[in-house]
């Protein structure tokens, strides 16, 4: 007799499911759309009364060209924006610091002052648009920037919509752009949120995310388990801060994967609103249904794009964006069909762009509200999702905390061991990835021009910095960064003045140099 066949995922993908694959209790499970558990979603009418925001995650070389770029994105029907920073914005140093060679603008846009901030936004109504930061251990200081931009532009606080990442427990597990020790970093987080509790209501203040755990190798109950662990910790650490739930958890939001095990991927999604539903509700005690209401956004896999015959990304990233559809995300980003090769074209961009109207504009799937709910086979992946994402939890609070596994390495432990089966599938050919280990060309594929970053970008940066800092009143600065230094030793809240040295002129890098001396800087143990 043959196996019965597994999915990508490593769950057993039966050939036929019928009534008796679903647990007892189902329609208490499900709930209504728009309500507790949310397992059909977040909101009642779902897509049928508004879709999904569609932003195109984009960032590159200088501020001038990504706001370029942006502007583009937005004249083809955007929706909101999504910015990539460069690595050394990622890890907090200036574009002239010798740990930042060779890498300004290369993965996203350099920011290292209000100055660039007002040039990344050029032209662009913060009150009408929404702005999603991929950046975690300098989020603040970003989103002040952003804010003292919108102040520039004569926009408001409370008109401020967005969403800044500001995940730094999934930097120590899956990613590692982190800057400050664990401690000091969750209280940077806890700032974060009282802050944006008091100046910036409509704010979404982090942005858990799991697809960085995915794209390293973690499972669909990995991606799940470990995220929401994150999640955990972080309501664990505004708590102690004082905070009281329902005032900041309204505004947490997630950031998922969308792969190409279609099934699967609609389950896991269902399972996660389902979970985080009932531990904001029993373990945390909230009362306003908005705290108990898982919102994300998805990215579709990038992991599984393939440089070779690159063409073939276009049927993938279509499959992963119904998938994050059917799966009830709020907010969508598709991958270019190049990303493997390089930075995305401007026509890739909008090709991408061009996915998701489609979906939206073209298909049925807005006109019903979670058309999977009853099926067989979704509610039975559904339910071993959710129980193997529970065991998964479980396992990491045996250690403590999120916090205490992530030092002694258990959640990179656990992505690297399914990492490392997949790849052996994937040799093997006992896991099909076309183009690769099957229906490969013979000959070259087409010739492809990819988008490249010019290496002038760098000293053009440079000389602005340097231009930047000898403008201003350097008295001033280092007034504010001694006033940061001094918040960073004792217990105010350091967004006030950190807000304070950035207008007067500080550098993204002088600022988390000024809190990494009263911090540190994180050094990985021997677990990593």
């Known amino acids: 007799m043959q196996p019965p066949p597994q999915g990508r995922d490593g769950f057993e993908i039966r050939t036929v499911y019928g009534p008796d694959d679903t647990a007892p209790g189902l329609p208490e499970r499900l709930g209504e759309p728009g309500s507790f558990p949310y397992t059909r979603g977040v909101h009642p009418t779902m897509y049928t009364s508004r879709p999904w925001t569609m932003r195109q995650y984009a960032g590159f070389a200088s501020a001038a060209e990504s706001n370029r770029r942006y502007r583009d994105l937005l004249a083809a029907g955007t929706t909101g924006l999504s910015v990539a920073f460069d690595l050394p914005t990622q890890m907090g140093y200036d574009s002239d610091a010798p740990e930042a060679l060779g890498e300004v603008g290369k993965v996203g846009v350099a920011i290292d002052s209000l100055a660039d901030m007002r040039v990344l936004f050029d032209g662009i109504p913060l009150d009408e648009v929404s702005t999603s930061m991929t950046i975690n251990a300098p989020a603040a200081v970003l989103l002040l920037l952003y804010q003292l931009v919108a102040e520039e532009q004569g926009v408001g606080p409370a008109a401020l ?15 590692g752009t982190y800057i400050f020790p664990p401690v000091p970093s969750l209280r940077l987080v806890s700032d974060t949120f009282a802050y944006c509790a008091a100046e910036l209501p409509q704010w979404n203040t982090i942005s858990i995310s799991g697809y960085h755990m995915a794209e390293a190798g973690a499972t669909p109950a990995q991606e799940l388990a470990f995220t929401l662990a994150d999640g955990i910790e972080y309501v664990e650490c505004a708590l102690a801060a004082g905070l009281e739930v329902d005032a900041f958890a309204p505004r947490l939001s997630f950031f998922f994967v969308a792969r190409s095990a279609l099934l699967s991927e609609v389950a896991k999604f269902r399972a996660a609103r389902r979970i985080w539903a009932r531990i904001m509700r029993d373990r945390f005690g909230a009362k306003d249904p908005r705290s108990m209401k898982l919102r994300f956004h998805t990215q579709t896999a990038g992991v599984e794009l393939t440089a070779q015959q690159p063409e073939v990304n276009l049927a993938r990233v279509t499959v992963q964006a119904i998938a994050a559809v059917l799966g009830g995300t709020q907010s969508l980003h598709t991958n270019a069909y190049d990303e493997a090769i390089a930075l995305p074209t401007d026509a890739s961009a909008r090709l991408a762009l061009r996915t998701q109207q489609v979906i939206a504009a073209e298909t049925d799937l807005t006109q019903t509200v979670d058309p999977f709910a009853g099926s067989y086979a979704v509610e039975s992946l559904t339910d071993e999702i959710e129980a193997e994402a529970l065991r998964l939890i479980d396992a990491v609070f045996a250690h403590g905390s999120a916090v205490a596994a992530i030092e002694e390495g258990f959640q990179k432990s656990e992505i690297e061991r399914s990492a ?80 304070t040295a950035l207008a007067a002129g500080a550098t993204v890098g002088e600022v988390c140099t000024a809190l990494a001396a009263e911090w540190g800087r994180y050094t990985p143990t021997d677990n990593w």
């Open 420 to 499: 490392y089966a997949t790849a052996k599938r994937i040799d093997a050919g006992e896991q099909i990835v076309v183009g690769v280990n099957k229906y490969v060309l013979n000959g070259d594929d087409a010739p492809y021009k990819p988008l490249k970053v010019d290496p002038a970008i760098e000293s053009a940066q440079v000389r602005r910095l340097t231009s930047h800092r000898a403008g201003r009143d350097s008295s001033a600065v280092e007034s504010a960064l001694e006033a940061l230094r001094a918040a960073a030793t004792g217990t105010d809240n350091v967004l006030y003045p950190l807000k």
């Open 161 to 175: 919509r967005g969403t800044i990442q500001n995940d730094i427990l999934k930097e120590y597990i899956a990613r």
